[in-house]
T-cell receptor
Framework: GAGVSQSPSNKVTEKGKDVELRCDPI?????LYWYRQSLGQGLEFLIY????????KSGLPSDRFSAERTGGSVSTLTIQRTQQEDSAVYLC?????????FGDGTRLSIL | QKEVEQNSGPLSVPEGAIASLNCTYS??????FFWYRQYSGKSPELIMS????GDKEDGRFTAQLNKASQYVSLLIRDSQPSDSATYLC?????????????FGQGTILTVHP
């Protein structure tokens, strides 16, 4: 596809469950970013990948959050033991040279 | 002080008018600046990037950057109802082309017919 693809588009889960969110970047984009957007908090950076390594993971809010990227392409963001405050839209972006392009996001709701 | 601040809005302008959106940032080493448009329920869409002091024009959009004043703005000429959206200012905090973006809270723009 031409753009950044994220799945699922919506996820509803119970508090305490683990969730996995997937991002497929634009082909050829070496840099990949995860952000979170919630009411009152705006758009917050979580983690940045260059290839398969993560030189900046300073935005991960707790050790319940982790992410990996394999083959320099698809990335997975995992949230363990979800809490209600994890409810947000999780956005993935990729870039080749500077400008970041976003996927449609995963809307995560924790019951 | 927030790292990136935008005029709080909401901003309402009549169709055909110029909409002016403003943003200030606190990190003096910031090098890259972006404006994103976000429609309700949609993801941010890049509309402008600017790296050097001065103006950059693209169609009806003009971005202005003043690094000495740590100020970046977006002008939308001949505003259309379809321009109604939230506009997000984003700054590259790391000073490189591949660093994370720090976003402002956004300004809601409404263009009324």
């Amino acid at each position: 596809g031409a753009g950044v693809s994220q799945s699922p588009s919506n996820k509803v889960t119970e508090k305490g469950k683990d969730v996995e969110l997937r991002c497929d970047p634009i082909s050829g984009h070496t840099a990949l970013y995860w952000y979170r957007q919630s009411l009152g908090q705006g758009l917050e950076f979580l983690i940045y990948f260059q290839g398969n390594s993560a030189p900046d993971k300073s935005g991960l809010p707790s050790d319940r959050f982790s992410a990996e990227r394999t083959g320099g392409s698809v990335s997975t963001l995992t949230i363990q033991r979800t809490q209600q405050e994890d409810s947000a839209v999780y956005l993935c972006a990729s870039s080749a040279a500077g400008s970041q392009h976003f996927g449609d996001g995963t809307r995560l709701s924790i019951l | 002080q927030k790292e990136v601040e935008q005029n709080s809005g909401p901003l309402s302008v009549p169709e055909g008018a110029i909409a002016s959106l403003n943003c200030t940032y606190s990190d003096r080493v910031s090098q890259s600046f972006f404006w994103y448009r976000q429609y309700s329920g949609k993801s941010p869409e890049l509309i402008m990037s600017i790296y050097s002091n001065g103006d950059k024009e693209d169609g009806r959009f003009t971005a202005q950057l003043n690094k000495a004043s740590q100020y970046v703005s977006l002008l939308i000429r001949d505003s259309q109802p379809s321009d109604s959206a939230t506009y997000l200012c984003a700054v590259n905090a790391g000073g490189t082309s591949y660093g994370k973006l720090t976003f402002g809270q956004g300004t809601i723009l409404t263009v009324h017919p």
